[in-house]
Every structure is written in C-alpha cells, then in structure tokens.
Nanobody, 116 residues
Framework: QEHLVESGGGLVQPGGSLTLSCVVSGISFSDYTMRWLRQAPGKERELVALISDDGGYRRYADFAQDRFIIYRDYDENTVYLRMNSLKPEDTAMYYC?????????WGQGIQVTVSS
C-alpha cells in the first residue's frame, strides 16, 4: 500500500518559516512528480509547488515564488516544502501528492496556521 505522510505543520507567526515534510512509501519514489497543494476555507484547492521525478524541474505558484522552495531527498523518500516569510493568507491545509500517470496518491493533509 502506498502511503504519503505529511509532518511539520503547525502555528507560526507572520514572517516566520516552516518546513513541511512528506514521507513516501509503497511506490517507486523516483518515478513520481511530487506536488504540494493547499486549500483554505472558502477557497479552491490550489497548487503550491511541484518538482519533477528527477528533481530537475520545479514550478511554483505566484504566491510561493521567492518565498517557498520544494526539494526532495531520494535517500529518505521525502519531499519537502520550505516556507519563508509566511503570511496570514498562507493559512491552509497543505497536501502532499505523488503523480505518475495513471497513479495519483495523496497524503492526509496537514494544517499550517500563520497568526500572531
């Protein structure tokens, strides 16, 4: 069984930093594009960042560019999202996703709250 388990969320103050982790098991990690998405109450789910299977390509949402970085560790089968200069509007449930057509696997989500 495939499993994606997020960790590292929680409460941070505006301007602070947080690193989310997603540990992947049950699949060939290096075959999968990895994505972070988020959904805030009353808003649509949106892509935050993605990284290609080989780590050679990264893409960020406009709001994440220059503040967030996505990276992956093949030895640990883990994808990370480093978030800097956090804003209250970054508050959302963050989801880890592994994609390699036709497969599409999701973590359970983890809450990030940015508040004083």
């Amino acid at each position: 069984q495939e499993h994606l388990v997020e960790s590292g969320g929680g409460l941070v103050q505006p301007g602070g930093s947080l690193t989310l982790s997603c540990v992947v098991s049950g699949i060939s990690f290096s075959d999968y594009t990895m994505r972070w998405l988020r959904q805030a109450p009353g808003k649509e789910r949106e892509l935050v960042a993605l990284i290609s299977d080989d780590g050679g390509y990264r893409r960020y949402a406009d709001f994440a560019q220059d503040r967030f970085i996505i990276y992956r560790d093949y030895d640990e089968n883990t994808v990370y999202l480093r978030m800097n200069s956090l804003k209250p509007e970054d508050t959302a449930m963050y989801y880890c996703n592994a994609r390699h057509s036709p497969n599409d696997y999701w973590g359970q989500g983890i809450q990030v709250t940015v508040s004083s």
